[in-house]
């Protein structure tokens, strides 16, 4: 007997999907007893890359979530709304659901897992995270012996190539950008990826899994790359560092609390840490936890056969279960979801980490001298000065701090910007 499944979208990940379906050999048997019973898309008309019988194809999608043989729902369809609706429907009719959508799960995982554990029912993401890359099982079961101190992460494929190619063109973000979009890295509304927003909806995601309690979306801080420049970049290189976007959660143990620090933002990261060198389209999440110290995962964080490698995963979790005990009535606590609580985060202002930043100035003796007392002053100290250029006879000075509470830095920034001798303060990046 068949395990019935019913595909919602048959896009990019729909159809790589469908491809490793309807190919199970040399892959898991497990694979061999699953059917695509239905696949739900827009345009009936439109050509496909797979071939499915034309009867299995529709375009009434609550017809799939509703169907009585379909055992377990495969929402591929991306953007909120259908999505959500249909990912609480399947739930409610005791559905089985495997989704890729971390937007979705970002802002109403509460729903869909308070749902999802009324009903009986798992609900996995695998693919919501670094695409291929498996992340989110080992959180949930490889690594749930760890207290789990850190996961920081590249997990914007699109910000990684732009950042990599400015880094290796010296260009600036808007020729980069339009590069990527036309190679096909980046879409034609950037947004989501450049200001940070998929990199938020992916942290809160893991944040949750491996510190064990809810997080809410809004509560991530976000910076994109728009402000990176060409410039930065080189000073960067020059003082050892290399920029990337990274996602960090991190449990703030400055004050014995169990507060998160959770915040994507460009970070200057040295050139010798493992993070440092993951370049292009590339993903990599690196998680620190007690006893076990640093793991990194590594790999194609999108694409069609990747990313559908970790929804078929997920399906092959649950039909293996489905299969052992038939039943779920008391579901799997390493599969399923069952923390309460919303995890406190630590506001931005409360944050302490180490910053770069770089002034414009007149060339006036003393300026150094200025910066540095103010900086004292907020009980920011200062790891190295260096006076390295001059832009339009503007001298161009770049600091970075040791680790500072954010909002004492931003207080000295404040008193500095009414220096008479500074020009401007063109950039200001965080440093791992
Ligand atoms: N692409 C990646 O590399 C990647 C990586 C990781 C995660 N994801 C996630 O995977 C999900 C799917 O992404 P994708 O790139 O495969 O998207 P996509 O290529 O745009 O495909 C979306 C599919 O859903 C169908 N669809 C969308 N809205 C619909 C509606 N209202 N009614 C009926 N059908 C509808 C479309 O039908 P038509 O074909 O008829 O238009 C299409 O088949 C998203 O949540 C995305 O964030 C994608």
Do not use: W
Not at 387 to 407: D, S
Not at 415 to 420: A, D, F, K, N, S
């Amino acid at each position: 007997m068949a395990f019935k499944i019913g595909l919602l979208g048959l896009g990019t990940v729909g159809t790589g999907t469908a491809e490793i379906l309807l190919n199970p050999s040399g892959r898991h048997p497990l694979l061999q007893e699953i059917k695509i019973q239905r696949v739900g898309v827009r345009s009936l008309s439109k050509p496909r890359k797979v071939k499915l019988p034309p009867e299995v194809m529709i375009t009434d999608l609550e017809a799939i979530v509703t169907d009585p043989e379909i055992e377990i729902v495969v929402e591929l369809l991306g953007g909120l709304e259908p999505a959500r609706s249909l990912i609480l429907q399947a739930i409610s009719q005791g559905k089985h659901v495997v989704t890729a959508n971390k937007a979705v799960i970002a802002r109403y995982g509460s729903e869909i897992y308070a749902a999802a554990n009324e009903a009986g029912v798992y609900v996995l993401l695998e693919a919501a995270v670094g695409g291929g890359i498996p992340v989110i099982e080992p959180l949930k079961q490889s690594l749930g012996a760890n207290r789990i101190r850190s996961v920081i992460g590249i997990v914007n494929g699109t910000t990684n190539y732009i950042l990599t190619q400015m880094t290796i063109e010296g260009a600036e973000f808007d020729r980069v950008l339009a590069e990527a979009q036309e190679l096909g890295y980046a879409e034609a509304d950037p947004t989501a990826d450049v200001d940070g927003l998929d990199a938020a909806d992916k942290i809160a995601i893991l944040a949750s899994l491996a510190f064990g309690g809810r997080v809410k979306r809004e509560d991530v801080y976000c910076e994109g790359i728009r402000q990176v420049s060409p410039v930065d970049i080189n000073y960067a290189e020059k003082l050892g560092f290399v920029i990337k976007l990274l996602a960090i959660a991190q449990s703030d143990n400055s004050d014995q609390s169990d507060a998160l620090q959770l915040r994507v933002h460009p970070t200057l990261v040295a050139k010798d840490l493992p993070l440092a060198s993951i370049n292009g389209v590339y993903n990599a999440i690196l998680v620190e936890g007690e006893p076990l110290g640093q793991v990194m995962f590594f790999g194609p964080g999108a694409g069609a056969g990747p990313t559908a490698s970790a929804v078929v995963s997920d399906i092959m979790n649950i039909v293996g279960v489905l299969k052992s005990s038939g039943k779920t009535e008391t579901l799997d606590p390493l599969l399923s979801c069952s923390h309460q609580h919303y995890c406190t985060v630590t506001p931005i202002e409360e944050v302490v980490t180490r910053f770069y930043a770089r002034f414009l100035t007149l060339d006036i003796p003393g300026v150094i001298g200025h910066l540095g007392t103010c900086f004292g002053k907020h009980n920011v100290s200062l790891e190295s000065v260096v006076q390295i250029g001059f832009q339009n006879k503007l001298a161009e000075i770049v600091v970075v701090t040791h680790h500072v509470r954010e909002g004492n830095f931003r207080q000295a920034l404040e008193e500095i910007r009414t220096l008479e001798a500074i020009d401007s303060i063109p950039s200001i990046l965080r440093v791992l």
